[in-house]
T-cell receptor, first 116, second 111 residues
Framework: NAGVTQTPKFQVLKTGQSMTLQCAQD?????MYWYRQDPGMGLRLIYY???????DKGEVPNGYNVSRLNKREFSLRLESAAPSQTSVYFC???????????????FGPGTRLTVL | EDKVVQSPLSLVVHEGDTVTLNCSYE??????LLWYKQEKKAPTFLFML????IEKKSGRLSSILDKKELFSILNITATQTGDSAVYLC???????????FGPGTRLSVLP
């Protein structure tokens, strides 16, 4: 049981390049999320997916696209990277329909992205 | 606009001290308040609080929610150097979709 996995762990891009961050969870969770974390700003939600086949914008969606490929996988794409997208990106999942610890989010290890 | 505010943003204490971290929230259709500990990597879950006035405890950590005043506190007693971390709180709505995180409190515990 790996929990939430993310690839890659580190990435350096040049301005204008594109890339996809991959995320997968093996906990059979319905909901998945992408956050970015910048110093002093906590976690900011980029996009989330309540269930397979649905995606919604979060607080900071500009410059990103997402795909909920299936229940396990949720990818984040930067079509044309900009230096302002230098950040640490976290994927998370939760199963808010459950009782008890519903709404707890489980986080992946993060991807440190630098855009030059 | 939904927001979560934490205070203090940074705190330095010595081992054995007791600390109180504060979190106030404004979240539409609020359901729960969550606390996380973040060391060098991903946040790890500490508590979820849904009901007002019921303290949750785990070892030296405890937390309580006041839904009338829209705030929560996280207490750590007899702090240890291993408690050094950023502590995040987040408000989540009734649909379990909108997680709003605060900026975190960076706690440093000196030996």
């Amino acid at each position: 049981n790996a929990g939430v996995t993310q690839t890659p762990k580190f990435q350096v891009l040049k301005t204008g390049q594109s890339m996809t961050l991959q995320c997968a969870q093996d906990m059979n969770h319905n909901s998945m999320y992408w956050y970015r974390q910048d110093p002093g700003m906590g976690l900011r939600l980029i996009y989330y997916s309540a269930s397979e086949g649905t995606t919604d914008k979060g607080e900071v969606p500009n410059g990103y696209n997402v795909s909920r490929l299936n229940k396990r996988e949720f990818s984040l794409r930067l079509e044309s990277a900009a230096p302002s997208q230098t950040s640490v990106y976290f994927c998370a999942s939760s199963d808010f329909r459950s009782s008890g610890r519903a709404n707890e989010q489980f986080f992946g290890p993060g991807t440190r992205l630098t855009v030059l | 606009e939904d927001k979560v505010v934490q205070s203090p943003l940074s705190l330095v204490v010595h081992e054995g001290d007791t600390v109180t971290l504060n979190c106030s929230y404004e979240v539409t259709n609020f359901r729960s308040l969550l606390w996380y500990k973040q060391e060098k990597k991903a946040p790890t879950f500490l508590f979820m609080l849904t009901s007002s006035g019921i303290e949750k405890k785990s070892g030296r950590l405890s937390s309580i929610l006041d839904k009338k005043e829209l705030f929560s506190i996280l207490n750590i007693t007899a702090t240890q150097t291993g408690d050094s971390a950023v502590y995040l709180c987040a408000g989540v709505d009734n649909y379990g979709q909108n997680f709003v995180f605060g900026p975190g409190t960076r706690l440093s515990v000196l030996p």
